[in-house]
């Protein structure tokens, strides 16, 4: 895996859904009445559209509400306001079928059932295959993925990390999903296997033109993985674009210091590089105006006015952010 490479953007693909101010909130403990005493505000204003055949990374440090986002495209949980439309042929609504491949295969594999049931799991929740054909739909999507037919019997815990991951890989794609969320799906597995898994996925994203949403706080592996990066903090998206104008032209003043603050060989991390308080602010009362402008060491004047994200100017390809100073001067 290079730490060098960035993907190209792809070229104007069809929308396939398209996320329109949403917002996610919850409630925090109860009062005697059963109302909530506070809000967790999870997701504050997303606006986003998912092409298909791309791979969107999502990055932001924990707590910005990369989990929320996943659990909402799976369907786990609905917005509390705002909408996510479904496209097909850029006209009219549909269903989602959404599938994910967890950080780790381990815990995320059942370890009653024999593989070939693990993998066709999203059938048989969805009923979209007869129960007799779905051993053999099993064995050819596992062979796809590297895993030999013959192993269908055998259960989770008699494979090795990398091969569980296959597996759950095999799962999310038995069920044809228009998008596939990979949740960390490298971070649990040795560096060497990493790459190997890496490599499969883009490979099967070429052969049967799948889209991915990857979460991830390895810069590295989305920079290898991604067509576009979308940065989120306390639940909003403050930088989107594609792979290469975020990752190596970061106009937000959020993304450069995540980005600085990636370890490297023989950089020492100076002070300037970390925002300041290093924690993340409480998502229960939220800050006024632009988001992160306590932490920000270009906060000037301005900055206490909420912040839209705008397109930056200069820029060939579609590029946004949600900073005043740096779409004004691109």
């Not at 990374?57 to 924990?62: A, M």
């Not at 799991?121 to 779905?134: C, D, N, T, W």
């Not at 950089?267 to 998502?283: K, M, Y």
Request: with cysteine; proline share 7%; glycine share 6%.
């Amino acid at each position: 895996m290079s730490s060098t490479a960035i993907k190209a953007l792809p070229g104007e693909n069809p929308v396939i859904l398209g996320l329109n101010d949403v917002r996610m909130h919850f409630p925090v403990g109860s009062d005697w009445l059963g109302r909530p005493k506070a809000v967790a505000h999870a997701l504050n204003g997303i606006d986003l559209e998912v092409r298909a055949g791309e791979t969107l990374g999502v990055v932001g440090e924990s707590g910005c509400g990369k989990s929320t986002l996943a659990q909402l495209l799976m369907g786990l949980i609905k917005p509390t306001s705002g909408a996510l439309n479904w496209i097909y042929n850029n006209a009219r609504e549909r269903s989602s079928n959404v599938q994910i491949v967890f950080q780790d295969p381990q815990s995320s594999l059942d370890p009653r059932l024999p593989i070939w049931k693990v993998i066709t799991e999203p059938l048989f929740v969805q009923r979209s295959a007869p129960r007799r054909e779905m051993r053999d739909i099993a064995a050819n999507v596992a062979s796809q993925v590297g895993i030999r037919t013959e192993y269908m019997e055998r259960f989770p815990h008699q494979f090795s990390g990398g091969q569980r991951q296959r597996i759950a890989i095999a799962r999310a794609l038995s069920s044809n999903p228009d998008i596939i969320v990979l949740d960390e799906p490298t971070s649990a597995l040795d560096i060497s296997v990493q790459a190997q898994i890496l490599n499969l996925l883009a490979e099967l994203q070429r052969s049967r033109d799948l889209t991915y949403i990857l979460i991830s706080h390895n810069v590295s592996v989305v920079r290898h993985m991604a067509d576009r990066v979308a940065v989120m903090y306390l639940g909003q998206i403050v930088e989107l674009g594609s792979a290469a104008e975020v990752l190596e032209r970061p106009r937000h003043p959020y993304t450069q210091l995540l980005l600085e603050a990636v370890p490297r060989l023989g950089v020492p991390v100076d002070a300037t590089q970390i925002a300041a308080p290093t924690e993340l602010p409480g998502n229960r009362n939220l800050p006024t105006g632009c988001f992160f402008r306590d932490r920000c060491p270009k906060a000037t004047v301005g900055c206490d006015r909420a912040q839209a994200l705008l397109p930056v100017k200069n820029v060939e390809v579609e590029s946004k952010v949600r900073c005043h100073l740096a779409s004004i001067a691109g």
